[in-house]
Structure formats: structure tokens, C-alpha cells
């Protein structure tokens, strides 16, 4: 039944009209939903004007890397797991991310030839990623190089097309025509795609030549099949569980490392064994070489070293230790999520966002020696001066309290004496290792959005330099090309 609105005085003789009060209510949750769709877009969107800059217990912002912001502002968990970001929204984001990518976009074009050429070629065309077949159907391979069927190389190879191919396939906008080559192989060389670089020269005379070596995501952000490793995804789970509920001050003071001690590169021929020297028995260090007790193996992922660690378990000590391989060493990413401390010799090799890392050199800390917390039976340890390469690639040294990682001598020689100074100024360690994992974990550095973040620059960058070529020129392998989803079904 209707109801009417009572007469009034001055309503005499007008006829009286209905109230709705359903039609007050629905005005009401329109504006109501209006305002909670604008406070949506405020505080989740990716626009991180309106992001707060992350403060932690201890009241540390995370340092950034751009030059016209004093602190990296995060992003919300939601951004950081979408790989859907705009160009403005990834600079926005990860500030400093691609700067790799920007430095050789500065050098200039370049032309690619067979010679030069990387080991995989890949075309980029419309949203899709094709790969040129020779008539056996297998890979064409611009420098006539003898195709990798080993599993190693199968696993790098498929892990990073199936990342390349995520990136193009969730870009907004169209991403430019261009052909790439990739090297999924340690050593750089030649006009490619690699997972490292050096960061100065190698000192070797058989290296090969690099010509334009640019930087891409390690195979490890889609999968590692190692049993003791899954995927950065898997880890990065793991690590953020053990770092809830594990604090600094309660981690295991030992200085921690797991490795193959023949593997060393020319810059440091004999870095591995000489960490073991220094560090057998001494009560600071668990430091081991790997053991395979069944006899070497465990690249094909089914072997496992009777004394390896899960990765994540690293994560449980205050101090961990990176040494670099042959080359680089795919580790990195995964002890930069710990919230300990990361002691290495300067960094000879490159990877994607090696760049970011800000060292306190040891050297800079007038350390006393020993790892007993005392100085005064101590004799100092020998000061050591970085070389010129490492002055090179390192220019800056940063301060105790700006610091994310440190810096030690090559030779080891002051190694347990840092571990010692680092004892001693607990405040100054815990700072070293929060602001790693606040910058790469909570950053989200190496965030599923950073990583299609990146890939899709380098698509850009790449694009702009590298001289005009269609896929397989000179071979008559554009009617052998097929997309991605089907090369992936093809027997290796």
C-alpha cells in the first residue's frame, strides 16, 4: 500500500504525493559503493603515489635507487604478484630495476651477425614467440654451434622461453617486432641474451669475445629442478616462513656455505679451496664442500649431497656466504631474500639485479681480528686493497648503516675477522641484513611482477639498437618457424 506524505498548511487542496523510502535507500548504496570503489583505487591500484614507504620495526625506510626519490615506495602484494604492470606502473614500482638495460641502449646500435649471434633464436611478432626449425626440426642456431640436448641445457632453455613467453603474453600494450638471441649457457659471449656478465675483464686470453651481453632473469624464476632447490618462487616461500618466525638474534651466529670446490673462475682460480682452508674447523664457520657419496652427479636433479642444504635453510644463520662459480653463481638471488648478512669477494660476475647490491667493504672497518668477540688478544688482520677491476665495478663504498651486504677479501684472509667486527655490532649486522630482504623480498625485486617487468625492457631495449634482421635470414627459415606453444611439445 502507498504511503503519502502528511498535509501541511500550504498544502491544502494539492494532491497529495507517494514516499518511496526505497528509492532514499538506493541512492545511499550508490553513493556508499561509489566511495568504497575510489578508496579501493586509492590504497590497492597500482598509482604508488598513494603507497605509504615502507618503515620497519626499527623504523628503517628501504633505501631506493632512483635518482628523484630519497626511499623505495612498495607496492601492495597484489601488484607484486601480477605480471600485467604498465611500463609507468613497472617504473613506478622497481625503481633502478632496469638500469642494466638502459647502459647498453646507451652504447648504441649494434648489428647481429651469425658470428656474433646468440645460441637460440627467438622471434617476437604480435604477442608471440616463434622459433625457427631447421629441417630436422630441431632449433636453429645462428652461429652453426652444435645444438645443447644435455638436460642442463634443456631444463635453462625451456624455463626461459616459458618466461619470455609469459612476459609477452601478459604485456598491456603490444611490445615491438624484433629477433633475439639466447645464450643459456654460463660463459657470455658474442650479441645475446645471457645470465651474466663480467663485471670486469676476465683475465684469460682464451675468453670469448662479448660483443653486447645483455642481462636476463635467471632460468630459476620459473624452475630449478635440484632437489634442494624447486624454483626462486618455491624458496621465496619457504625463506618467508622461516624469517616469521625465526628473528635475527636467534639465527645461528655460524658463518654458512655449501659448494663444489672445483669450481672457480679466472678472475679467482683458487677462491673455493681457499675458503675451506680458511675456514676447516674453526668454530665461526659451517663451511663444507659438497659430498657426493654416490659418486658425482646431481645436475639432472637426482642426486642429492649427503651434507647439502635446502636452499632456504641458508636463511637460518645470521651470516651467509656467496661465492661465484666458473662464471656467476645462480645462488645470489636466493641468499639476497635471507634476512642475513651476505658476505662475498667483490662481485667479478653480473646478473640482472646484481646492480642494486651496496657494499660495506671490509677493508673500510679497521678490524682487529679473530671471531672470539675479543680485541684485544687479537692480532689485526691484514688490510687488503681491492684490485682495480673490483675498483672499477665498485666504485662507491658504502657506510655500516647504508650497507646491504659486505664486501671481503678475495684471499679470505680477514673473513673471520669481519665475522668477528659483525659479533660485536650486532645492531649494525641486523641492519645489513634487514634492508637486503626488505629491498629484494620486500621491494619485490624479485617479484613475479619485477621479473615481467624486466623482460618486457629488454624486449624494448634490445629492439632499439640491435641491427634489422628478419628470423632466419639467409637460411630460408621463416616457413620453418613455429610458435612457442608448439615448439614446447616437441621432444628434445
Known amino acids: 500500500m502507498s504511503q503519502f506524505v502528511p498535509p501541511s498548511a500550504g498544502d491544502a487542496g494539492r494532491p497529495r504525493q507517494p514516499f518511496y523510502p526505497h528509492r532514499r535507500w538506493w541512492k545511499q548504496a550508490v553513493a556508499l559503493l561509489f566511495l568504497c570503489l575510489v578508496l579501493n583505487y586509492l590504497l590497492l591500484a597500482p598509482n604508488f603515489g598513494f603507497v605509504l614507504p615502507h618503515v620497519d620495526q626499527r623504523g628503517y625506510r628501504v633505501p631506493g635507487f632512483s635518482a628523484n626519490h630519497d626511499s623505495h615506495v612498495l607496492p601492495p602484494p597484489r601488484v607484486l604478484n601480477s605480471p600485467g604492470l604498465s611500463e609507468n606502473e613497472c617504473k613506478a614500482a622497481f625503481p633502478g630495476l632496469t638500469k642494466d638495460i638502459d647502459n647498453h641502449v646507451k652504447l648504441g646500435p649494434f648489428v647481429m651477425t651469425d658470428r656474433s649471434a646468440g645460441l637460440i633464436e627467438v622471434r617476437v611478432k604480435d604477442r608471440q614467440v616463434s622459433l625457427p626449425l631447421r629441417l630436422g626440426g630441431s632449433p636453429a642456431i645462428p652461429n652453426r654451434q652444435e645444438f645443447d640436448t644435455s638436460a642442463d641445457a634443456f631444463q635453462a632453455r625451456s624455463a626461459t622461453l616459458q618466461q619470455i613467453y609469459r612476459a609477452i603474453i601478459t604485456s598491456p600494450s603490444p611490445l615491438p617486432e624484433t629477433v633475439v638471441t639466447i645464450n643459456v649457457h654460463d660463459q657470455p659471449f658474442g650479441a645475446a641474451w645471457s645470465y651474466s656478465r663480467p663485471a670486469y675483464a676476465v683475465p684469460s686470453a682464451g675468453a670469448a669475445p662479448i660483443t653486447r651481453a645483455f642481462l636476463m632473469p635467471h632460468f630459476s624464476f620459473w ?48 677462491l673455493r679451496e681457499d675458503l675451506t682452508k ?36 641458508f636463511c637460518r644463520h645470521k651470516y ?19 634476512r642475513s648478512v651476505l658476505l662475498t669477494p667483490p662481485l667479478a660476475w653480473l646478473q ?3 646492480h642494486l647490491v651496496r657494499p660495506l667493504f671490509s677493508a673500510d672497518l679497521g678490524l682487529e681480528g679473530g671471531a672470539g668477540g675479543s680485541k684485544s688478544s687479537e692480532t689485526p688482520a691484514p688490510r687488503w686493497t681491492p684490485s682495480g677491476g673490483e675498483s672499477t665495478a665498485w666504485p662507491k663504498h ?20 669481519t665475522v668477528a667486527w659483525l659479533e660485536r655490532h650486532p645492531d649494525v649486522a641486523e641492519g645489513i641484513a634487514e634492508r637486503q630482504r626488505d629491498l629484494f623480498v620486500g621491494g619485490g625485486y624479485f617479484s613475479l611482477a619485477a621479473e615481467t617487468c624486466y623482460w618486457r625492457a629488454l624486449v624494448r631495449g634490445w629492439s632499439t639498437v640491435v641491427g634489422a634482421r628478419t628470423l632466419g635470414e639467409g637460411g630460408g627459415m621463416e616457413e620453418r618457424a613455429v610458435r612457442w606453444e608448439e615448439f614446447v611439445l616437441r621432444p628434445r
Not at 239 to 249: Q, T, V
Not at 289 to 301: H, I, K, T, V
Not at 321 to 338: A, D, I, K, N, W
Open 398 to 417: 658504502f657506510t655500516p648503516g647504508e650497507a646491504n651486504a659486505v664486501f671481503v677479501s678475495p684471499d679470505w684472509s680477514d673473513l673471520e675477522a
Open 223 to 270: 624452475a630449478w629442478p635440484q632437489p634442494f632447490i624447486g624454483s626462486l618462487p618455491r624458496a621465496a616461500a619457504a625463506i618467508d616462513a622461516i624469517e616469521a618466525s625465526l628473528p635475527f638474534s636467534q639465527k645461528d651466529a655460524r658463518l654458512v656455505w655449501r659448494g663444489t670446490v672445483g669450481f672457480n673462475s679466472a678472475h679467482h682460480p683458487t
Open 320 to 338: 651467509v656466504l656467496h661465492t661465484e662459480g666458473v662464471t656467476y653463481s645462480g645462488r645470489l638471488p636466493f641468499l639476497q631474500m635471507c
Open 278 to 313: 680458511a675456514a676447516h674447523g674453526k668454530p665461526w664457520a659451517d663451511v663444507e664442500a659438497l659430498r657426493w657419496d654416490q659418486g658425482e652427479g646431481g645436475a639432472n636433479g637426482t642426486a642429492m649431497p649427503s651434507n647439502a642444504l635446502m636452499v632456504e635453510d
Open 352 to 354: 640482472h639485479t646484481t
